[in-house]
């Protein structure tokens, strides 16, 4: 239950983050009554924005197919709990008017949700302190990307540690609140079944993917200098990676579960110039036809710099040095403008030692545990069996754990899972400082390279499933990616 009154303090109310996800996640939770009757949504915006609640409105009237009626009535109720502030982050003069709209209601949590570029992180955080608005029970809300590598992150997280306490820092990353990935980890560590056969003994790899059909949309300067790696490696797809490879933690805490989760990164493989080359794939959409339509290339899209060599798939082998993993490849892949939607985790394991049967399609009978976060969630395991009849063939097939939450009209949004839990003050889903260091010490040797290189990403038709190169890394290995449909 999220019970104690709170402000929330929006930093980039009028982006495409908190329109998109965060506000309608903070509706739902107010639809279903999950909120306390005390709260205030302090939207800050840095121009003034009349048109700012009919956007809202429209935004999450669109996401959700909430009764008509209800929703009338709740939107008027939910509106009254927003202030909105006109407020300039590099303007000192706005942290002393903001203190005012914070003090007037004193002795409830106020959380501060950073919602802007991360350079903003430091000077938001002094800003904050300076004018005396944070105090020891307040909690702020850092958005990914968490600077643009090594160096960056570990000054913004310098900077705002000065003035909060890591109790106090909520890293989101919102894969974290899909409910599939959740349950992955109630599969692994309530089942017996499923832990003991966790490792290199039965599992041959592991591949995850999570494939986008938009392309840049309206965030082409953001994306533009952030570009796939950053934009979805450096954090969902890894953490996505720690979920499933990391050991039971001693008990379900916060620190307990990060404390497994970065072993996990720090196991890496660390990455050589060659391996860089050998193991990562980047690529960069053309044009092409994606869900029916045609669409252009990346490099026409409005705000995009005609010559840039950002990367909007980027594909990678990695490998952890530890007992449980050792030998076993994990393929993660990620990329605009692709096929189709989907997120997929996919456990292959080995197959029989020695089979006795006549397998026909011998390389779908392993078995395989699919974790399903996108576009629906739900979890199925392939197995073998025989096939009625006379004689023994063997075919595949499947077992599915469908949720029964799919049944309900509404399944909860990663944000509203999250933004509850930074209500109630609970971190186990948010990333812990060292796990965000150890990620971006990973990567950096592969931003290096690529800033090094003269060989710009490979291009792949909009709408194709990526570029050819990343076919061919798991060809390589004499795999195949899985085909998520
Ligand atoms: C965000 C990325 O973190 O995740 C976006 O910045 C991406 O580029 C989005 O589109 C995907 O999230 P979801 O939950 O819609 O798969």
């Known amino acids: 239950p999220l019970n104690e009154p709170f402000d929330l303090v929006l930093f980039g109310s009028t982006g495409d983050l908190a329109t998109r996800k965060l506000l309608p996640a903070l509706f739902s939770l107010h639809f279903d009554e999950r909120l306390p009757s005390d709260w205030r949504l302090i939207a800050l915006f840095r121009r003034q924005h009349d048109d700012f609640l009919d956007a809202l409105q429209k935004s999450i009237m669109s996401k959700h197919s909430f009764d008509d009626k209800t929703v009338k009535t709740k939107w008027n109720a939910f509106i009254k709990h927003i202030v909105t502030f006109s407020f300039d982050a590099t303007e000192p003069g706005n942290y002393g008017e903001l203190k005012q709209v914070v003090d007037q209601k004193p002795n409830v949590n106020t959380i501060f949700y950073l919602a802007t570029p991360s350079a903003l992180y430091g000077k938001i955080a002094s800003g904050l ?64 079944i499923f832990e003991s056969q966790w490792n290199q003994k039965y599992i041959d790899n592991i591949q995850i993917t999570i494939s986008e059909t938009l392309g840049v949309e309206e965030r082409a300067e953001f994306y533009d200098h952030v570009g796939a790696l950053r934009d979805m490696g450096q954090n969902h797809l890894l953490q996505l990676l720690c979920i499933v490879a990391m050991e039971p933690p001693a008990r379900f805490t916060p620190d307990a579960v990060r404390d497994e989760k970065v072993k996990v990164l720090r196991a890496l493989r660390t990455l050589t110039d060659q391996d860089v080359h050998k193991k990562v794939v980047r690529g960069q959409y053309a044009s092409g036809i994606s869900n029916g339509n045609a669409v252009e290339g990346y490099l026409d899209e409005e705000g995009v710099d005609p010559s840039s060599e ?9 490998e952890i040095d530890n007992w449980r993993w050792a030998g076993v490849p994990f393929y993660l892949r990620t990329g605009k403008r692709l096929v189709h939607r989907a997120c997929e985790i996919v456990v292959h394991f080995k197959e029989v030692p020695h089979s006795i049967f006549d397998l026909q399609h011998k390389n779908t009978m392993a078995n395989k545990l699919v974790f399903r976060l996108q576009p629906d969630e739900g979890i199925r395991l392939m197995l073998c069996e025989k ?29 509203e899972r999250l933004l509850g839990d930074v209500i109630s003050n609970n971190q186990t889903l948010f990333v812990r400082q060292d796990e965000l260091i150890a990620a971006w010490d990973w990567l950096d040797p592969i931003l290096k390279h690529w800033d090094e290189s003269e060989q710009g990403p490979e291009s792949y038709i909009a709408g194709s499933w990526g570029p050819a190169a990343a076919t061919l890394l798991l060809a390589k290995d004499g795999r195949l990616w899985d085909e998520t449909c």
Not at 139 to 150: A, F, H, Q
Not at 310 to 318: D, G, L, N, Q, S
């Open 310 to 318: 950002t990367e909007t798939y980027v594909a990678m082998k990695v």
């Open 129 to 192: 302190a300076k004018a005396h608005i944070n105090t020891p029970n307040s909690r702020i809300v850092l958005e990914k990307p968490i600077g643009s590598n090594l160096e960056s992150a570990v000054k913004i997280n310098q900077l705002v540690c000065r003035h909060f306490k890591e109790h106090q820092i909520f890293r989101i990353d919102h894969y974290l609140g899909k409910e599939t990935v959740q349950n992955l980890l109630v599969l692994r560590f309530a089942n017996t």
């Open 387 to 415: 096939k009625r009849g006379p004689g023994v063939s063997v075919r595949s097939t499947e077992l599915s754990l469908s949720p029964d939450y799919l049944n309900r009209k509404r399944v909860p949004d990663a944000y």
